[in-house]
């Protein structure tokens, strides 16, 4: 093969290899720019001494590439003690340059967490202490042809940025462009 050719070849697969990676990179960054909203919370006894607290929250995908939530298993706490347990194994898509809304429901044993929300309470107006919510745990997403298990999740707010977010009067997501 003549070295110019073997150049020309090498040149064009090297421009193909760098727009792919600028691509991927890009798409990247639009998927960690994915954004949520909390849209309603509900709670509803079961009368075993549990509870399910609904959760749905209207996911933004900004990215060209659709993200498929395949599992989750996440802890809810306040203030370091588990309150709840939220799990599925149910797939959840979020189209690209799209909205979906999901449902978490969260399993929690009433007593527990009516316990830890009093204490919540009387600590931050006795004792002027700020409580946390926190949910830790991990999700699989796949993200077109990459798929990545047990994605760490480790999110937390102040009780005062989630009764913000509840009343609906929380940050706003951009619109897609």
């Not at 090498?10 to 960054?29: D, H, M, N, P, R």
Request: charged share 20%; glycine share 6%; net charge positive.
């Amino acid at each position: 093969m003549k070295a110019p050719l073997k150049i020309s070849i090498l040149s064009g697969i090297g421009v193909i290899f760098a727009l792919t990676a600028l691509y991927v990179y890009k798409q990247s960054k639009l998927i960690q720019s994915l954004c949520y909203e909390f849209v309603t919370m509900n709670y509803s006894p079961s009368g075993d001494g549990n509870a399910n607290i609904n959760a749905r929250v209207r996911f933004i995908n900004y990215s060209d590439v659709p993200i498929d939530i395949t599992s989750y298993k996440v802890d809810a706490l306040i203030d370091n003690s588990v309150v709840a347990k939220i799990s599925s194994t149910q797939n959840y898509t979020i189209p690209s340059k799209g909205t979906t809304a999901v449902d978490f429901v969260a399993k929690t044993n009433t007593g527990n967490a009516i316990n830890q929300l009093i204490t919540t309470v009387l600590e931050e107006l006795i004792d002027k202490k700020q409580s946390y919510f926190e949910l830790k745990g991990s999700a699989t997403v796949k993200m077109g042809w990459i798929k990545v298990k047990n994605y760490p999740l480790d999110l937390k707010w102040t009780s005062q940025e989630v009764i913000t977010n509840i009343k609906g009067q929380g940050e706003k997501c951009p619109k897609i462009t």
